[in-house]
Every structure is written in structure tokens, then in C-alpha cells.
């Protein structure tokens, strides 16, 4: 389990370099007797002393120092003293944006679906002094929160709602985190559904109602299609039927268009025929062909 308390080694390159330039001193003082004995003694007091005063905190974190346990303030970022002994730094808080994943495993949507939901937060410290002193460890907080809020949603909802809309889900979780955190310091700014998992057996009966579904569309499309057809040939039926010339056209274009194909066999009634006068027109027609090729 993580920790929110980050801990750093109170030696850094600064208090280092003067607990080294004041312990020479006091050596070459020693072999030297330049100034007595009690100036060693005060130079090695003075270099443990820096050493323990000296500290730094990074650009994004800020420490939380107490004095004889009692909140005294922050410090940071770059370079601060502290009395040794007197001062104690518990902590440094990081105020960048931090990622935390969480997930929800078997639980039950409100239409009695079992699924395993994959969720990240992204979170930072706005006030380190609440983040410090109203919570132990508020990473681990920020974690089980989320994950508790993540399984409250989830039950409040039905299995095609998370499917459709993840979003609506995540702002509604993110409203969850920030009434919780908020009150530490701490604000969530995006929370993202990763992935949620379904039973196999579950996934294979969606898809089978899926296809249905598909296919019920396209009978009725096709339906429809059939609908329009048919009042369409209603309305020529219309005009035909006043003009048995036009059907006439209209039944030797078709046969021409069904003769242009090659190879194509067409079997056509002799009344229809003998309707469009197409046996004389076809005799004629073979008999010019005829005296062509003689």
C-alpha cells in the first residue's frame, strides 16, 4: 500500500558542503591549536547543527514542518532553515496532478448484471495544509473513495446506460470524489472509464440481439421499399391504362433491354407478342437481315 508521507533524507548537497567546510575547520583548528579547544567544539556543534537546519523542498512540493508538534507552517519550495530539534518536517506534499487507477470487480448493475469496470482519477492537492493535518494518508483515501463511489454508480445504473454513456458516468462520479475531498484540500479534476467487461455468455446473447435487430431493420427497409414500389407502379398503371400505345413502348423496351444481353434466352408469351404486333415486326426484320447477307 502506498504512502502519502514522503519522506527525504534531511542531508541534501548544501548541508553537506557546510557540514564539511566546518568540520575542517575544526580539524585544522585542532592540529593546529589556532584558536583553542573550545572553537572545535563549536565548529563540530555549528556543522551538525547547519546540517540538521539545512534543507530543500523541489519546485512542486511544499513541507509541512510542526514545532514541539504543533502545526507551525509551510515551507518550500527551494531552500528553508528549521530549528533542529525544536522543528520537525512530517512530510513533503507534492501539488503536481496526480493518476490514480481503480476498478470495481463483480459488481452488480441495477438490472442484476455482474461487471468488472476499469476507472482512472486524476487528482492534485490544492491546500496543503487540509491535505496534512484532516487526513493520515490521502492517497490511499482518494483511492478507496473512488472505488467506493465507482460500485455506488454502478448499482444506480443499468448495464446499457454504462455502455452508452460513459461520460455521463464519470461526471457523475467526479461530482462523488469532489464532495468527499474537497473538505481535505484535494480536487479531482477528470475522472475516465477505462473499460467495462461483461460475462462472456452475456457479450455472445448481446450480439444475438444485436443481429436480430439488424435484421429486423432491414425487413422492415425493405418493407418500406416494397411500399413505395408498389405506389409507384399504381400511379403508371394510371397512365397506361389511357394510353395502350405508351404500354406498347413500354413492353417492346423491355424486351430490348432483356436482348442486349448476350447469351441471354428470354421466353416470351405469344398473346404478348401478338399484343405489341412484335411477329411481324421480327418477320420483317429477319427478312431484310436475309436478303442483306445474299
Known amino acids: 500500500m502506498k504512502t502519502s508521507v514522503k519522506v527525504k533524507n534531511s542531508l541534501n548537497p548544501i548541508a553537506i558542503a557546510v557540514f564539511l567546510i566546518l568540520i575542517v575547520l575544526a580539524v585544522i583548528n585542532f592540529w593546529t591549536k589556532f584558536a583553542g579547544f573550545y572553537v572545535t567544539v563549536a565548529l563540530v556543534f555549528l556543522a551538525f547543527y547547519f546540517s540538521a537546519a539545512i534543507h530543500i523542498a523541489d519546485q512542486w512540493e511544499k513541507a509541512v514542518v510542526l514545532r514541539m508538534g504543533k502545526y507551525n507552517g509551510l515551507k518550500g519550495p527551494g531552500l528553508f532553515l528549521i530549528i533542529p530539534i525544536i522543528d520537525r518536517i512530517v512530510n513533503y506534499v507534492d501539488q503536481r496532478v496526480r493518476v490514480t487507477d481503480f476498478k470495481a470487480e463483480e459488481t452488480l448493475t441495477r438490472d442484476t448484471v455482474p461487471v468488472n469496470v476499469d476507472a482512472v482519477v486524476y487528482w492534485t492537492v490544492w491546500d496543503v495544509e487540509k491535505a496534512a493535518l484532516e487526513v493520515q494518508e490521502y492517497d490511499n483515501a482518494v483511492s478507496y473513495i473512488a472505488q467506493t463511489g465507482l460500485r455506488d454508480i454502478i448499482g444506480q445504473h443499468d448495464l446499457a446506460d454504462l455502455l452508452q454513456h460513459r461520460e455521463k458516468i464519470a461526471a457523475a462520479l467526479q461530482t462523488t470524489l469532489d464532495e468527499h475531498t474537497n473538505p ?111
Open 184 to 294: 481535505w484540500g484535494i480536487t479531482c479534476q477528470n475522472v475516465g472509464i477505462k473499460d467495462i467487461v461483461i460475462p462472456s455468455a452475456l457479450m455472445a446473447a448481446m450480439s444475438k440481439q444485436a443481429q436480430a435487430e439488424r435484421e429486423r431493420q432491414a425487413r422492415v427497409i425493405l418493407g418500406t421499399a416494397e411500399t413505395e414500389i408498389s405506389e409507384k407502379f399504381a400511379k403508371a398503371s394510371e397512365n397506361y391504362q389511357n394510353n395502350p400505345i405508351a404500354l406498347q413502348l413500354r413492353g417492346m423496351n423491355m424486351l430490348f433491354e432483356g436482348l442486349k444481353e448476350k447469351g441471354s434466352l428470354i421466353i416470351v408469351p405469344s398473346s404478348a407478342l401478338e399484343s405489341m404486333n412484335l411477329g411481324a415486326i421480327g418477320g420483317l426484320t429477319a427478312l431484310a437481315q436475309q436478303n442483306k447477307n445474299e
